[in-house]
C-alpha cells in the first residue's frame, strides 16, 4: 500500500486523504476503489501481469474524445519507443486547465479524485485504474526542474518528440533528457537501455 501512497494507521488501518478534491469526483472514485483496489494491489505486489498497452490504447481514446492536452512519461515513454521493458503504470502529464476533465474522462474506473495542494510538483494529481494504474500529474510546475532537470517538468515539455505508437501519436520526452535523469539516480541498467534505443 506505501507503494500507493496510503498511509497505516495505528491498529493496521489504511487510509489516503485528499486535501481538496475535484467537485463530483469523491464518491465516484471511492466506489470504483471498493471494487478495483484487488486487481490494483496484486499489480503493485507483482502478483498480476500490467497490462500497460491496453491502458494506454484506453487513454489515448479518452483523451482524444475529451480533447485533452497530455504527454506520455516514465518508462511506458521508452515502452512506445520499443523498449524490451514493462511498464508498471502509465505517469502521464497534462495541462494545468484539462486536469480535472482528465479525472471525468476516467469517472468510470476513477480510484482517487482528481485533487489540488497533493504534490508540491504540480497543481493537480488524479489516479484511475482501467486494466493498469494510470497516474497523472497535472499543472507541472518550474520546481519540478529544481535542483536538477527532470523528464516530466517544463524543460522536458519545450522538446516533447512524437512517437506513432499503433495508431495514436504519442508526446513523450526526448530520449536524452530520460538518459541523464536515469543516470542522476544510478539506474544503470535503464541507461543501457536507452543507450540501445539511440538516446
Given at each position: 500500500?506505501?507503494?500507493?501512497?496510503?498511509?497505516?494507521?495505528?491498529?493496521?488501518?489504511?487510509?489516503?486523504?485528499?486535501?481538496?478534491?475535484?467537485?463530483?469526483?469523491?464518491?465516484?472514485?471511492?466506489?470504483?476503489?471498493?471494487?478495483?483496489?484487488?486487481?490494483?494491489?496484486?499489480?503493485?505486489?507483482?502478483?498480476?501481469?500490467?497490462?500497460?498497452?491496453?491502458?494506454?490504447?484506453?487513454?489515448?481514446?479518452r483523451?482524444?474524445?475529451?480533447?485533452?492536452?497530455?504527454?506520455?512519461?516514465?518508462?511506458?515513454?521508452?515502452?512506445?519507443?520499443?523498449?524490451?521493458?514493462?511498464?508498471?503504470?502509465l505517469?502521464?502529464?497534462?495541462?494545468?486547465?484539462?486536469?480535472?476533465?482528465?479525472?471525468?474522462?476516467?469517472?468510470?474506473?476513477?480510484?482517487?479524485?482528481?485533487?489540488?495542494?497533493?504534490?508540491?510538483?504540480?497543481?493537480?494529481?488524479?489516479?484511475?485504474?482501467?486494466?493498469?494504474?494510470?497516474?497523472?500529474?497535472?499543472?507541472?510546475?518550474?520546481?519540478?526542474?529544481?535542483?536538477?532537470?527532470?523528464?516530466?517538468?517544463?524543460?522536458?515539455?519545450?522538446?516533447?518528440?512524437?512517437?506513432?505508437?499503433r495508431?495514436?501519436?504519442?508526446?513523450?520526452?526526448?530520449?536524452?533528457?530520460?538518459r541523464?535523469?536515469?543516470?542522476?539516480?544510478?539506474?544503470?541498467?535503464?541507461?543501457?537501455?536507452?543507450?540501445?534505443?539511440?538516446?
Amino acid at each position: 500500500m506505501e507503494r500507493l501512497t496510503w498511509q497505516q494507521r495505528p491498529g493496521g488501518a489504511w487510509r489516503r486523504c485528499f486535501p481538496a478534491p475535484a467537485p463530483g469526483q469523491a464518491d465516484p472514485a471511492f466506489e470504483n476503489l471498493q471494487r478495483l483496489l484487488l486487481p490494483m494491489l496484486r499489480q503493485s505486489a507483482g502478483l498480476a501481469a500490467v497490462p500497460w498497452a491496453d491502458a494506454l490504447t484506453q487513454t489515448c481514446a479518452r483523451f482524444s474524445a475529451a480533447g485533452i492536452d497530455w504527454w506520455l512519461g516514465g518508462s511506458a515513454a521508452l515502452a512506445v519507443r520499443g523498449a524490451p521493458l514493462t511498464p508498471g503504470d502509465l505517469d502521464l502529464i497534462v495541462s494545468g486547465a484539462d486536469s480535472v476533465r482528465a479525472g471525468r474522462a476516467f469517472l468510470d474506473c476513477l480510484v482517487e479524485p482528481v485533487t489540488s495542494g497533493y504534490w508540491p510538483l504540480s497543481d493537480w494529481w488524479g489516479r484511475a485504474f482501467c486494466g493498469a494504474r494510470v497516474e497523472w500529474a497535472g499543472g507541472v510546475t518550474a520546481a519540478a526542474d529544481e535542483p536538477e532537470l527532470t523528464d516530466f517538468g517544463p524543460a522536458a515539455a519545450a522538446s516533447l518528440e512524437t512517437i506513432r505508437w499503433r495508431d495514436w501519436d504519442i508526446r513523450v520526452p526526448p530520449l536524452r533528457l530520460q538518459r541523464l535523469v536515469s543516470a542522476a539516480r544510478g539506474l544503470a541498467g535503464r541507461v543501457a537501455l536507452i543507450d540501445r534505443l539511440g538516446g
